[in-house]
């Protein structure tokens, strides 16, 4: 049974950074894809980032440059290092996990809570 936890959310002045973390239980072999989405009240959820098995990573173009992310395999847990943040990064913030299912072929996804980002003056 997989479960991921996320934290690190809060409010934080334009131009700072914030850490998200993302700790999944269980040993998670048949990794696919971990990611992180976002969504503002009234908006459509959209991918931040996402790091594959081989370690490949993608950005949106509104935080490429400025959001890292990483994931630490001993510790099943993967991260979001935000930098240099603006109003429009103002959102809930949730963890993907897309693991293989391999009995019967196809995939199966898990999601965070969601942890709440503010960026405000």
């Known amino acids: 049974q997989v479960q991921l936890v996320e934290s690190g959310g809060g409010l934080v002045q334009p131009g700072g950074s914030l850490r998200l973390s993302c700790a999944a239980s269980?040993?998670?072999?048949?990794?696919?894809?971990m990611g992180w989405y976002r969504q503002a009240p009234g908006k459509q959820r959209e991918l931040v980032a996402s790091?594959?098995?081989?370690?490949?990573?993608a950005y949106a173009d509104s935080v490429k440059g400025r959001f890292t992310i990483s994931r630490d395999v001993a510790k099943n847990t993967v991260y979001l290092q935000m930098n240099t943040l603006k109003p429009d990064d103002t959102a809930a913030y949730y963890c993907?996990?897309?693991?293989?299912?391999?009995?019967?072929?196809?995939?199966?996804?898990?999601w965070g809570q969601g942890t709440q980002v503010t960026v405000s003056a």
């Open positions: 993907k996990l897309v693991v293989f299912s391999l009995p019967l072929g196809g995939t199966k996804d898990y």
């Open positions: 790091i594959t098995r081989a370690a490949t990573t």
């Open positions: 269980g040993n998670i072999f048949n990794f696919a894809v």
